[in-house]
């Protein structure tokens, strides 16, 4: 069964405090990876795009990395507007998407 | 630039009444998706069109239909809403052609949402 799971549900960082965000998947044929970011009342924004494994994307503070069974979403020194829930998509060969619960992120001045 | 664009954006409703959720976008993109948002259940697709003339049934279709009206309109009806149905719902659209694996791997735009209450 096709499956994105992501942990932990919520984290909490003093700003500054560097950390990483996790998307553990099980699906046939991955055609994509997608990290977004969704802030309360908003619909998700997109971030990144990943394809195959040891492929690596960076924004600003957040850096996307993929492997065969799970990608991470590295935070270095973030800032209070970081603060948001971010989830993880899969498009799988059956060209559904499956979405993690998200993790939740606060950062604390 | 408006992108991905739902009305209305709140909503509340008996159970039993009908409603059409429309969404709409202006990126000439060919796939559009509507899915529903619940606490602890992450989205979840509903239907999708892959390109105009065509929808397909997603892993949550019971209670609900679509319309690709045209490229930039799809719209979700519930013909008899049930309590179970209260939730966010969302709109999305992405350049994806199933008919061209170069378009592939397309990341979703999406809509602010409609929040939906059945009493």
């Known amino acids: 069964e096709d499956q994105v799971t992501q942990s932990p549900e919520a984290l909490r960082l003093q700003e500054g405090e560097s950390s990483s965000l996790n998307c553990s998947y099980t699906?046939?044929?991955?055609?994509?990876l997608f990290w977004y970011r969704q802030d309360p009342g908003k619909g998700p924004e997109f971030l990144f795009t990943?394809?195959?494994a040891g492929e690596e994307k960076e924004k600003e503070r957040l850096k996307a990395t993929l492997t065969k069974k799970e990608s991470f979403l590295h935070i270095t020194a973030p800032k209070p507007e970081d603060s948001a829930t971010y989830l993880c998509?899969?498009?799988?060969?059956?060209?559904?998407?499956?979405f993690g619960t998200g993790t939740s992120l606060t950062v604390i001045p | 630039n408006a992108g991905v664009t739902q009305t209305p954006k709140f909503q509340v409703l008996k159970t039993g009444q009908s409603m059409t959720l429309q969404c709409a976008q202006d990126?000439?993109?060919?796939?559009m998706y509507w899915y529903r948002q619940d606490p602890g259940m992450g989205l979840r697709l509903i239907y999708y069109?892959?390109?105009?003339?065509?929808?397909d049934k997603g892993e949550v279709p019971n209670g609900y239909n679509v319309s690709r009206l045209n490229k930039r309109e799809f719209s979700l009806r519930l013909e008899s809403a049930a309590p179970s149905q209260t939730s966010v719902y969302f709109c999305?659209?992405?350049?994806?052609?199933?008919?061209?694996?170069?378009?592939?791997?397309?990341?979703?735009?999406f809509g602010d949402g409609t929040r939906l209450s059945i009493l």
């Open positions: 699906v046939s044929g991955l055609r994509g």
């Open positions: 990126m000439n993109h060919n796939s």
């Open positions: 069109s892959a390109s105009e003339g065509t929808t």
């Open positions: 999305a659209s992405s350049e994806e052609d199933p008919r061209r694996f170069s378009t592939s791997n397309q990341p979703q735009h």
């Open positions: 990943l394809y195959s």
């Open positions: 998509a899969v498009q799988a060969s059956g060209n559904q998407f499956y």
